[in-house]
T-cell receptor, first 114, second 112 residues
Framework: DTEVTQTPKHLVMGMTNKKSLKCEQHMGHRAMYWYKQKAKKPPELMFV???????INESVPSRFSPECPNSSLLNLHLHALQPEDSALYLCASSQGRAPGREAFFGQGTRLTVV | GIQVEQSPPDLILQEGANSTLRCNFSDSVNNLQWFHQNPWGQLINLFY?????KQNGRLSATTVATERYSLLYISSSQTTDSGVYFC??????????????WGLGTSLAVNP
């Protein structure tokens, strides 16, 4: 099983709303990632969790708040977003700390901020 | 930092044609992956290929690490091959310093 599951698939939210994106994997991977992707661009890394600890924050605004409750789950809490935050949000996972491990992606959440 | 360049940026094929996509990278890497992003946004792993050659059906890939390039071959293309093909590399130490660096992609359209 090489599946990373993201929910919801689509989300429309107002600028004053609070919402959460969820990501789950059962491959035993210990590194999990959030990416943001705008149209016709490659994914941009936002956060990396390694062994359930935040190891990389790519200077993401505080209106995005990641959480890793356990080794299988990754959340992204959203609050007071702006229309320019509309994008495809992708979750990924890979095995362990060693470099060069293959990354697997979820199908993404397409977020629209109105 | 490491640079990843993909070519061509855009490609239009007639169904049944073959094609080669290229990925050049500017430094040694410990991971190279090819992905296909379908029109719905799903990033599908094609190959994990830091070096050597692999084949999977109509697709194959070769990475020549010493010369810092990778090639993705698509044979007998089908309309379902349409989408964007990304090359992504990783150059980092164990533990916290691990990131995929992405090329800008090759946008492929296969016409029936």
């Amino acid at each position: 099983d090489t599946e990373v599951t993201q929910t919801p698939k689509h989300l429309v939210m107002g600028m004053t709303n609070k919402k959460s994106l969820k990501c789950e994997q059962h491959m035993g991977h210990r590194a999990m990632y959030w990416y943001k992707q705008k149209a016709k661009k490659p994914p941009e890394l936002m956060f990396v969790y390694s062994y359930e600890k935040l190891s990389i924050n790519e200077s993401v605004p505080s209106r995005f708040s990641p959480e890793c409750p356990n080794s299988s789950l990754l959340n992204l809490h959203l609050h007071a977003l702006q229309p320019e935050d509309s994008a495809l949000y992708l979750c990924a996972s890979s095995q362990g700390r060693a470099p060069g491990r293959e990354a697997f992606f979820g199908q993404g959440t397409r977020l629209t901020v109105v | 930092g490491i640079q990843v360049e993909q070519s061509p940026p855009d490609l239009i094929l007639q169904e049944g044609a073959n094609s080669t996509l290229r990925c050049n990278f500017s430094d040694s890497v410990n991971n190279l992956q090819w992905f296909h992003q379908n029109p719905w946004g799903q990033l599908i792993n094609l190959f994990y290929i830091p070096s050597g050659t692999k084949q999977n059906g109509r697709l194959s890939a070769t990475t020549v690490a010493t010369e810092r390039y990778s090639l993705l071959y698509i044979s007998s293309s089908q309309t379902t091959d349409s989408g964007v093909y990304f090359c992504a590399v990783e150059r980092g130490n164990a533990g916290n310093n691990r990131k995929l660096i992405w090329g800008l992609g090759t946008s492929l359209a296969v016409n029936p």
